[in-house]
């Protein structure tokens, strides 16, 4: 079983920034694409980016594209999620997500995943 877990979300204001990580005790992330997810209440699970193992692609929707840039730290096993010019709207509980078999990502993910982590909420309110 690969546990995933995600911690940094908080309360930021409109406009602000906030940093979510997502790592793995006891699995190596390093060589598997992992994938981003958000839901926020009343509201379909939403994918909104994936970034790729080594030099593969990142893919992010297109309601964060530009905003959002995820990046993954090999030396720390950690992948992050850089939430920036935060919306109201972009108050959600995010997901890190893997099937650990995919290297790279095909897409901004939609779908089934294997393996999820417990989410962190971030809420962008005045």
């Known amino acids: 079983q690969v546990q995933l877990e995600e911690s940094g979300g908080g309360l930021v204001q409109p406009g602000g920034s906030l940093r979510v990580s997502c790592t793995s005790p006891?699995?190596?992330?390093?060589?598997?694409?992992i994938n981003w997810f958000r839901q926020a209440p009343g509201k379909e699970r939403e994918g909104i980016s994936c970034?790729?193992?080594?030099?593969?692609?990142?893919y992010y929707a297109d309601s964060v594209k530009g905003r959002f840039t995820a990046s993954r730290d090999n030396s720390k096993n950690t992948i992050y999620l850089q939430l920036s010019s935060l919306k109201p709207e972009d108050t959600a509980v995010y997901y890190c997500?893997?099937?650990?078999?995919?290297?790279?990502?095909?897409?901004?993910?939609?779908?089934?995943?294997?393996?999820w982590g417990q989410g962190t909420q971030v809420t962008v309110s005045s």
């Open positions: 997500a893997t099937d650990a078999y995919r290297s790279n990502c095909v897409g901004v993910p939609r779908g089934h995943f294997d393996f």
């Open positions: 006891g699995f190596n992330l390093d060589y598997y694409a």
């Open positions: 970034i790729s193992a080594m030099d593969g692609p990142t």
